[in-house]
């Protein structure tokens, strides 16, 4: 099956800085990649549908300006935590789309101190 | 209510058992998945239905449009099987609203 890479897999950050996640699809054009937030004990919530070369669309309640959204190919995606703070610390899941499938990547947790 | 509710929230099962965990949703979807997450949180899509039944080795899916209603099944249930399984509808856009998961372990 298709893969999706994240890195890093984990990150430690202070807050008040920023930390960049990527989202690769390995071997399938992503023409749309979207990302996922996990907090413990929760469910997977959708923060953002990012399509190549547009901007992303947020979810209700996703500050645009905190988590930025850059998807510059078919094949990377990025998001970026600016100005982390604790309450930022959760499990991020990217996917990618091709055609009628979807595929995973297998996720970065990031902790802020 | 959850636009996804899932049952039940914990199993517990000893190996070898038949396994059952449902999905009900409320919303129109143009796909459901089925996805399995592991301790260490990565997640393994499963299964994506559209309708009918599919099967991938010990696992069966099945869903009923008319009902909004899916089940997950595992046959000869194994302690490498325990996870956290979820399911999750895909919206017109391909975006995913999942629900809580049921989080199986299986006894030896």
């Known amino acids: 099956g298709a893969v999706v890479s994240q890195h890093p897999s984990w990150v430690i950050c202070k807050s008040g800085t920023s930390v960049k996640i990527e989202c690769r699809s390995l071997?399938?054009?992503?023409?749309?990649m979207f990302w996922y937030r996990q907090f413990p004990k929760q469910s997977l919530m959708l923060m953002a549908t990012?399509?190549?070369?547009?901007?992303?669309?947020?979810e209700q309640g996703v500050e645009k300006d905190k988590f930025l959204i850059n998807h510059a190919s078919l094949t990377l995606s990025t998001l970026t935590v600016t100005s982390a703070h604790p309450e930022d610390s959760s499990f991020y899941i990217c996917?990618?789309?091709?055609?009628?499938?979807?595929?995973f990547g297998p996720g970065t947790r990031l902790t802020v101190t | 209510k959850n636009e996804v509710e899932q049952s039940p929230q914990n199993l517990t099962a000893q190996e070898g058992e038949f396994i059952t965990i449902n999905c009900s949703y409320s919303?129109?979807?143009?796909?459901l998945h089925w996805l399995q997450q592991h301790p260490g949180g990565g997640i393994v899509s499963l299964f994506m239905l559209s309708s009918g039944k599919k099967k991938h080795g010990r696992l069966i899916a099945t869903i009923n449009i008319q009902e909004k209603h899916s089940s997950l099944h595992i046959t000869a249930s194994h302690p490498r099987d325990s996870a956290v399984y979820i399911c999750?509808?895909?919206?017109?856009?391909?975006?995913?609203?999942f629900g809580k998961g049921t989080k199986l372990s299986v006894k030896p």
């Open positions: 999750a509808v895909e919206g017109s856009q391909g975006n995913l609203i």
């Open positions: 919303v129109g979807i143009s796909a």
């Open positions: 990012s399509n190549e070369g547009s901007k992303a669309t947020y």
């Open positions: 071997d399938f054009q992503a023409t749309t």
């Open positions: 996917s990618g789309r091709a055609a009628y499938e979807q595929y």
